[in-house]
């Protein structure tokens, strides 16, 4: 859906799907009709729209167009995606996306504006999920191991801060940063929903520095993080500040309300 307004990207699915897997139908709910359609050769894997521009992911291809006219503007390569993982700026300022690259743990980075591609080896393993600041210039990334999940700079490609969800394994669900990026809420396969303080600087995204804030937090450190050095780097490791605890066994979708400190979940079981 875009934004609020009556514009919605529908692509088939299900066992008796009403559209084809490998079509995008542009719908306009206020006219209760198809207004245009995009077809590709396989199937579509997901859909992210913003005001100017419609971007189409498909397991290995990404595809750009233009909104007003469809006019097909880019092309990227990909590693095998079958999640359809794909991140866009919403900001009204300009585009910026991510994608997998071509390479196990990879992400690209385009830069529309100057025109700019890099490429971030953020991980070892496969990529499992990631997410834009509203501004582009922040990209926090988790793999498939989903212990860690790194900031990223998006115009450097510097590391700028790593937190840790837990010591073992889990599958990450989504990852989403509040509107002036100074939280990150991560949820997963186990049934929680963390939340991480973000020591990045609000004049520069490639420095990083402590927040003030006039609310007292507990120490997102591990009590044994004064022997760093010695013990291994799990004991050092930045925590959440926060936890939620849900129902195992569903998958969550975790986002920031508009209201100041708030946190929506989404069961996608309804």
């Known amino acids: 859906m875009l934004f609020r307004c009556n514009i919605l990207a529908l692509v ?17 709910d206020h006219q209760s009709r198809c207004i ?14 913003r005001r100017d521009r419609i971007i189409v992911v498909l397991e290995q ?6 909104f007003v006219d469809l006019k097909l503007l880019h092309q990227i390569e990909t590693i095998t995606n079958p999640k359809g993982l794909c991140a866009v700026s919403q900001g009204a ?5 991510v994608c997998p690259g071509l390479q196990k743990g990879q992400v690209r980075v385009e830069h529309y504006a100057s025109k700019r591609t890099k490429f971030i080896m953020a991980h070892d393993s496969r990529i499992a999920c990631f997410a834009l600041s509203q501004d582009g ?4 990334t988790a793999s498939t191991k989903g212990t860690l999940v790194r900031i990223y700079n998006t115009i450097d490609g510097s590391l700028l801060q790593e937190v840790r969800r837990g010591a073992d394994r889990a599958e990450i669900y989504s990852l989403a940063f509040s509107s002036n990026a100074q ?3 991560v949820s997963s396969d186990k049934g929680t929903v963390h939340v991480f303080s973000l020591k990045i600087s609000d004049g520069s995204p490639g420095t990083t520095q402590s927040r003030s804030t006039s609310e007292s937090v507990v120490s997102s450190h591990s009590s044994l993080s004064f022997i760093r050095g010695v013990l291994p780097k799990y004991f050092s490791s930045e925590w959440s500040v926060a936890q939620f605890r849900l129902v195992e066994g569903s998958q969550y979708l975790v986002a920031f309300g508009h209201q100041k400190n708030t946190v929506v979940i989404l069961g996608i079981d309804g």
Not at 36 to 49: D, G, I, K, P, Y
Not at 61 to 66: R, S, T
Not at 137 to 140: D, E, F, P, S
């Open 12 to 28: 088939g699915g299900g066992p008796d799907p009403q559209y084809p897997p490998n079509k995008v139908m542009i719908w306009d």
């Open 93 to 97: 300022g300009s585009l910026v996306l």
């Open 36 to 49: 245009s359609e995009l077809s590709f050769r396989s199937e579509v894997r997901s859909v992210r729209l």
């Open 61 to 66: 291809k990404i595809f750009v167009y233009n």
């Open 183 to 185: 939280w990150l809420a």
């Open 137 to 140: 210039q922040l990209l926090a």
